[in-house]
Nanobody, 125 residues
């Protein structure tokens, strides 16, 4: 059973934007680091962004730095990944994951105990 729920995936043209949302229906994300991971066909899962539990410090992988922005909305219990200037290589299934009292100094999938089922993002003209 999935503890998190992603939304906002779809088809977008290169150079366009997409907004992914992650929410937790049964618990507050306020005390969790929330990470976004992606997995393209025949590739390993990659941590692309994270927002920490304590001070909302953020992490971005080099492949998305300057294009993606992660943010937290406490009122709606949501973490958003704003994807701008997308590229075909951003095509993947995107997953959000939560790590209780976690920081984002490293973004390793094994540290995150709660996951969503993923949402598909396709960047194509």
């Amino acid at each position: 059973q999935w503890q998190l729920a992603e939304s906002g995936g779809g088809l977008v043209q290169p150079g366009g934007s997409l907004r992914l949302s992650c929410t937790a229906p049964r618990f507050s994300l306020n005390y969790y680091a929330v990470g976004w991971f992606r997995q393209a066909p025949e590739k390993e899962r990659e941590g692309v962004s994270c927002i920490s539990s304590k001070d909302n410090s953020t992490y971005y992988s080099e492949s998305v730095k300057g294009r993606f922005t992660i943010s937290r909305d406490h009122a709606s219990n949501t973490v958003v990944l704003q994807m701008n200037s997308v590229k075909p290589e951003d095509t993947a299934v995107y997953y959000c994951a939560a790590h209780f009292l976690g920081r984002c100094s490293t973004v390793v999938a094994g540290d995150f105990g709660s996951w969503g089922p993923g949402t598909h993002v396709t960047v194509s003209s």
